[in-house]
């Protein structure tokens, strides 16, 4: 059974940083997409940052290029994300998300590509203060 923990939430200053942490369990480790999401009060669920974990290649909205970076322990089979100079309009629950070949998933738009996630943690709470 599939499982993504995600942790490192927490609150901080306008300016201030953070990284965010996906373990994920219960599979056998293969190539995959893996990325981050964000859902604010009253908002739509927005992508924000993914990686190919074979290829190591990443993509980023642009609320959070130049700001958030994307990467991958692959020994750990943990992925991260550095968020640095955070703004209060970050402030919001964060997901992880994960292709691992399942099913029922559906594809999204993440910084002009396209990547296809069917599992998803239970996220963890931003909040950055001005």
């Known amino acids: 059974q599939v499982q993504l923990v995600e942790s490192g939430g927490g609150s901080v200053q306008a300016g201030g940083s953070l990284r965010l942490s996906c373990a994920a369990s219960?599979?056998?480790?293969?190539?995959?997409?893996m990325g981050w999401f964000r859902q604010a009060p009253g908002k739509e669920r927005e992508g924000v940052a993914a990686?190919?974990?074979?290829?190591?290649?990443?993509d980023y909205a642009d609320t959070v290029k130049g700001r958030f970076t994307i990467s991958q322990d692959n020994a750990k089979n943990t992925v991260y994300l550095q968020m640095v100079s955070l703004k209060p309009e970050d402030t919001a629950v964060y997901y992880c998300?994960?292709?691992?070949?399942?099913?029922?998933?559906?594809?999204?738009?993440?910084?002009?590509?396209?990547?296809?996630?069917?599992?998803w943690g239970q996220g963890t709470q931003v909040t950055v203060s001005s």
């Open positions: 990686i190919d974990t074979g290829a190591g290649s990443t």
């Open positions: 219960g599979y056998r480790y293969i190539s995959t997409n």
């Open positions: 998300a994960a292709d691992l070949g399942g099913y029922g998933g559906r594809w999204y738009d993440i910084g002009g590509s396209r990547y296809y996630f069917a599992y």
